[in-house]
């Protein structure tokens, strides 16, 4: 059990409203990422951390922002909500492996 | 341009037989291979890996084996069995600089028939 907690697990918003997911570990991994899941996309790299205050850009990074204050929480925020960004959130950490362990997942859906 | 490839949206096997799923990357920095297993409203599980200076790695009913020089890897999966049944994600790294970046294909949904 990698210890990763996201909040929401699920949220319905409308078009033009901010939200905020949130991922938690509760080891002090260093590395935390941000994935959406798309029918017929697979996963794809929204932004990714390699520590406090330290973000990077992934493939799919318009239109969101992430900020990371705190080595155990890594958010994600949406600042103006589109119908396009309906997906699924998942949030990611590395144990420094190769692997990624993976939380549940956060379903947005913008109305 | 989608460096990793799973061109079988799905794929159907009888329980007890072989499934075998592929996956094609296009980037030649690409050392690490990982295979990851998701079932509906859960998050994505690792199943089993490979790295570059391997052409087979095996665990239990699952191996992964890959052909570096056709940029092809493939998982097999033998017996399978009905708890099988979920999407599998051929995923992709950088070993060398890439900050633990995974990049994933679309996806393969494999249902295993009783």
């Known amino acids: 059990d990698a210890g990763i907690t996201q909040s929401p697990r699920h949220k319905v918003t409308e078009t033009g409203t901010p939200v905020t997911l949130r991922c938690h570990q509760t080891e002090n991994h260093r590395y935390m990422y941000w994935y959406r899941q798309d029918p017929g996309h697979g996963l794809r790299l929204i932004h990714y951390s390699y520590g406090v205050k330290d973000t990077d850009k992934g493939e799919v990074s318009d239109g969101y922002s992430v900020s990371r204050s705190k080595t155990e929480d890594f958010l994600l925020t949406l600042e103006s909500a589109t119908s396009s960004q309906t997906s699924v959130y998942f949030c990611?950490?590395?144990?420094?492996?190769?692997?990624?362990?993976f939380g549940e997942g956060s379903r947005l859906t913008v109305l | 341009d989608q460096q990793v490839k799973q061109n079988s949206p799905s794929l159907s096997v009888q329980e007890g037989r072989i499934s075998i799923l592929n996956c094609d990357y296009t980037n030649s920095m690409f050392d690490y291979f990982l295979w990851y297993k998701k079932y509906p409203a859960e998050g994505p599980t690792f199943l089993i890996s490979i790295s570059s200076i391997k052409d087979k790695n095996e665990d239990g009913r699952f191996t992964v084996f890959l052909n570096k020089s056709a940029k092809h890897l493939s998982l097999h999966i033998v017996p399978s069995q009905p708890g099988d049944s979920a999407v599998y994600f051929c995923a992709a790294s950088d070993s060398g600089g890439s900050n633990y970046k995974l990049t994933f294909g679309k996806g393969t949904l494999l249902t295993v028939n009783p």
């Open positions: 990611a950490i590395s144990v420094g492996t190769g692997e990624l362990f």
